[in-house]
């Protein structure tokens, strides 16, 4: 999905996002629970509406990033940082060695290029810095990606690329690298729950969501077939939306190369 795509559909999901985001304030908290002791200078890569921003230790200077401007006014808004920058992971506007830790959550499963992503963020850390992240895996949200199958063959559901793709774009010069895989799964009453929920995360968006809206195919009866089929999916009492969670926690080493 082309950048300006993803941060209009950002943009657009700010208002209503932190309502919808129960799943993502377990999986940041798990992520700043793991993380090592940081200190200095911190940037919130992704920040979102600035939960993992607001959650980081006191004492820090914290400067809250993200590719969306309606992320970052809500973040804003929220005083969850001191600092409050617009960019890409893919291309940070900021010095080499600035930084003593970049922490990112559920976010860079959207870079075009994780290991230019990687590469980023080793310049600006400082040496001996830390990057942690949380990012999303293949089995993300498995039970929509079936549903959909039963409704039309087409590709409704992002693709999230595996634990050992991420570790080969991460690259080699890093210490200390912990890296664990962790689903994390919601339950939900209704499919229609599931897909508003989904669309006020800004999560549901794909290249092929575009083209439906286009040609106006997401109608009610497809919609109605799809929550059937996601019915028939989750076969037990309550239905589930999985999340495929990668943490990785890399510290940048102290005389680098
Ligand atoms: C699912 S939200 C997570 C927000 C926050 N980190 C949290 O845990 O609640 C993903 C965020 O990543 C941002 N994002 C996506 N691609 C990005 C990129 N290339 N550079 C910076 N931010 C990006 C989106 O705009 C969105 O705010």
Known sequence: MHKQNIAREFSRAAAGYDQAAVL????????LAGSPHLSGRVVDMGCGTGYVSRHLP???????????QGMLQQARHLASADAYVNADAEALPLQEGCADAVVSSLAVQWCHHPARMFA????VLRP??????????????WELRAAWAAVDQEEHVNRFASLACWQQAAGH?????HWQARDSVALYDSARQVMRDLKQLGASHTD?????RGRALAGRQRLQALEHAYEQVCSGEALTVTYDVFYA???KPCNPL
């Open 24 to 31: 993502q304030r377990e999986i940041a908290g798990r992520l």
């Open 58 to 68: 006191d004492g820090l200077q914290v400067l809250a990033l993200d590719i969306a």
């Open 120 to 123: 980023e963020v080793w310049r």
């Open 128 to 141: 001996g810095g830390w990057l942690c992240l949380t990012t999303l895996g293949p089995r993300t949200l």
């Open 173 to 177: 010069g890093w210490v200390n690298q």
């Open 208 to 212: 092929a969501a575009e083209v439906h």
């Open 249 to 251: 926690y890399l510290q």
